[in-house]
């Protein structure tokens, strides 16, 4: 089992590679693409790219919480970008 910041750098890793190749294989609805690409504004494209290499409901399930999170507080990009990982 991964400790805490080796399960941290593999996820980052992970991310920086698809900021460098784009999206993973995964297509979803536009409603979908759209709550994706609100939550993953202002931080990096690998956040966004990541969630495409998901399941459409996980995915989803994601993007809502951060909408739903957004929406009674006001999180910051570092805040959304640190949670984004915690979820797979």
């Known amino acids: 089992m991964l400790k805490g910041s080796d399960n941290r ?3 980052q890793k992970s991310i920086q590679k698809l ?3 784009g999206y993973g294989e995964t297509s979803f ?3 979908l693409e759209r709550k994706i690409k609100n939550i993953t ?3 990096r494209s690998g956040y966004f790219n990541v969630l495409h290499t998901i ?3 996980n995915a989803s399930t994601i993007s809502d919480y951060i909408i739903a999170m957004t929406t009674e507080t006001n999180l ?3 805040y959304r970008q640190d949670n ?3 979820f797979f």
């Open 55 to 57: 399941s459409y409901d």
């Open 29 to 31: 609805s536009p409603a």
């Open 76 to 78: 910051s990009d570092h």
């Open 84 to 86: 984004i990982p915690l």
């Open 19 to 21: 900021d460098n190749n």
């Open 41 to 43: 504004t202002g931080i």
């Open 9 to 11: 750098k593999k996820i």
